[in-house]
């Protein structure tokens, strides 16, 4: 096997010689050429872009969480019939999970006989039957104040056979 020699040029023929001289111009001068481009160059960037809304309007967030209704607050209370038919009736009307149907006399007796503020304080809290769930808190609708739901009560109770007094509304 014949030694390698450390003198001997990689560059065998004149081809490779010619190749050789012209890369070592081309490449150093493209290289300053494209540097040069990229310093000077002034960025191609919508100038709207950069007005306050625009920013705004980028980074709004993915989703927003509320509590609470959009009306909460300043409104009037609703009535006792229209939260029944909002809220209350989903269940009442048709007695779903035992619940007393609006009408029946015999099954709102016993709450009646209750009072008011029994069914009020259930009607808050929600009513649980052997650990299962039979009536949400407030009937699901997180958004009715305590009076809008005795005004509630007092209209199923009325309708039921009652004769229950609406309760006067809070002093704010």
């Not at 209750?114 to 069914?119: D, F």
């Not at 650990?131 to 104040?145: E, T």
Request: proline residues 8%; charged residues 20%; hydrophobic residues 45%.
């Amino acid at each position: 096997m014949a030694e390698h020699d450390e003198h001997a040029s990689f560059i065998k023929t004149p081809q490779q010689l010619i190749t050789v001289v012209l890369l070592a111009f081309v490449v150093p001068i493209t290289g300053i050429v494209l540097t040069v481009q990229l310093v000077l160059s002034h960025p191609h960037v919508d100038p709207a872009a950069l007005k306050p809304e625009a920013v705004a309007a980028r980074m709004q967030p993915v989703g927003k969480i509320e509590f609470g209704s959009a009306d909460a607050g300043g409104g009037a209370p609703r009535s006792g019939e229209e939260v029944v038919k909002t809220v209350c009736g989903a269940c009442h009307l048709s007695g779903v999970a035992g619940a007393p149907k609006i009408g029946d006399k015999a099954a709102w007796a016993p709450h009646i006989k209750a009072g008011l503020n029994r069914m009020l304080a259930d009607a808050i809290k929600g009513i649980t039957i052997k650990g299962a769930m039979v009536m949400p808190p407030r009937g699901g609708a997180a958004d009715l104040s305590d009076h809008e739901v005795a005004l509630a009560i007092v209209y199923m109770a009325n309708q039921s056979g009652g004769k229950m007094k609406e309760p006067a509304e809070p002093k704010k």
